[in-house]
């Protein structure tokens, strides 16, 4: 698939389309070659993701959603087709939800 294929698919703009005031993810449903989460380089704002590929040390461009129910990262190779995809899924959380939270514990 390529960039513009995956953008239709998804049917949101890459980002965050959460809502929540904080957001809490658990480990990829399906390891890959690249790393793990918390070593990407996630931009939320523009929907921007990179790291480094483990083979050239090149990095590796792609796009990600984070949404109600979890975050999907997907990245691109030089010719803009897929090259690996993960989702991890996950919940957010309103401010007054948090701070709750963090009162009660």
Known sequence: MT???VDSVIGYAPGDNSGAYV???TKPLREGELPV???DQCDYTNGRVSAPH???GKQTGGKL???KEGVLLVFFGDDNRVI???FYPGYG???LLYHLERLTR
Do not use: D, I, K
């Open 3 to 5: 960039a513009q294929q």
């Open 23 to 25: 957001f809490t993810t």
């Open 37 to 39: 989460l918390g070593t």
């Open 54 to 56: 483990p083979a050239t």
């Open 65 to 67: 959603w984070r949404g």
């Open 84 to 86: 690996e995809r993960r």
């Open 93 to 95: 959380r309103t401010w």
